[in-house]
């Protein structure tokens, strides 16, 4: 292949990124994007006071976070203006303000409604960079359905905040993870680091939040486990900084996100996206599945490891990998016990001594 050639296909995979990043950030961002936040949040509790009633939301999903998840309800934290709201499963908002407001307004809704309580196993899931919650109802629609578990689908305003305030957020969600008993993790793309973020907390000097003892098993679909070469590529790139936030930028610079990552002592297991041939990344090396390469989301102690042959963003929708991640869910293996393939070293990465 020529410099020139080389140059043609890195210019066609970037323009080709650029414009799906486009199209999913115009389609997740349906709430207009507020420039005016310090002012907008020193009106709220003015607000409040008078708008405070049931309405219907545009879903704003690159802007709120989950912080609370009880059955389809959901307490949300707003990434710009600090203030949340209450959703019912039909984004329709029942109160917003605090969080404690919220919740004591979703405790008078659940003895009115007489909602149950959770309870048994739970699987918990969570999207990848751009994308919303609706990205993971296929996956988590099945698991719910035929492994009989309760379904916790988790948002995060994934291109408006960092890694460590996606995982901050998530400890709280599973703080009120109440009746359950034991839950596991099933996750896509950067919601693998979200969840190794929170897991990682367990090591730091001074733990912000205590790992829940009650997770089991984690399935990474898709992970960047050793950073993304393709987001390094990038990493000056202010456009880049514009569309992916500060998670995208912190996949960039993976050196420093590396050392708060952990796994816990839950059993965890990786499946990867393998495209060969000219349907491959030319900007990424080996085998992939156009935006991570496979070495990348290899992860020592993986007790299983599959590769399936499809592209990055249908990992997750993909029949065969729903009844492979319930198999490993249940049985700690995604095909077979003698069939499984851990992972006990992995190849240095690029640029690695």
């Known amino acids: 292949m020529t410099a020139k050639t080389g140059f043609q296909l890195a210019s066609q995979a970037l323009c080709w990124m650029l414009l799906v990043l486009l199209a999913q950030t115009a389609a997740a961002q349906d709430e207009r994007p507020i420039k005016e936040a310090d002012r907008l949040k020193a009106g709220l509790q003015q607000a409040e006071q008078s708008l405070n009633f049931p309405t219907a939301t545009l879903g704003g999903a690159q802007f709120w976070s989950d912080e609370l998840v009880f059955h389809r309800w959901r307490i949300q934290l707003n990434a710009l203006t600090g203030h949340y709201r209450l959703l019912d499963e039909n984004e329709y908002r029942h109160a917003w303000g605090t969080f404690e407001q919220c919740k004591a307004k979703l405790e008078t ?160 297991a990786i499946i990867a996206g393998s495209l060969t041939g000219s349907f491959t990344n030319p900007l990424v090396s080996g085998d992939d599945d156009l935006i991570v390469g496979v070495e990348e989301t290899k992860l020592i102690g993986a007790r299983d490891f599959l590769g399936v042959q499809l592209n990055h963003g249908n990992l997750m929708s993909d029949p065969y990998v729903q009844k492979k991640t319930l198999s490993f869910l249940k049985n700690g293996y995604f095909i077979a016990e003698d069939l499984r393939h851990p992972i006990e070293k992995i190849a240095k990465r690029r640029g690695d001594q």
């Open 109 to 268: 809704i659940r003895r009115e409604k007489e909602l149950p309580a959770m309870k048994g196993t739970a699987v918990v899931t969570l999207h990848g960079l751009i994308r919303s919650r609706d990205a993971m109802e296929g996956i988590g629609e099945f698991l719910e359905q035929e492994g009989d578990m309760t379904w916790i689908n988790v948002s995060y305003a994934s291109t408006r905040r960092s890694i460590d305030n996606h995982a901050a957020s998530l400890a709280k969600v599973i703080d009120n993870l109440q009746g359950i008993d034991k839950f596991h993790f099933v996750c896509h793309s950067l919601g693998n680091l979200v969840v190794r973020r929170y897991l990682g907390e367990a090591t730091q000097p001074e733990p912000k939040w205590k790992v829940d003892s009650r997770i089991k098993r984690f399935v990474m679909l898709g992970p960047p486990n050793n950073g993304a070469h393709f987001a390094e590529l990038f990493k000056d790139n202010k456009l880049f900084g514009m569309l992916l936030g500060p998670s995208g930028k912190q996949i960039a610079a993976w050196s420093e996100v590396e050392k708060r990552l952990g796994t816990g002592n839950c059993e965890f």
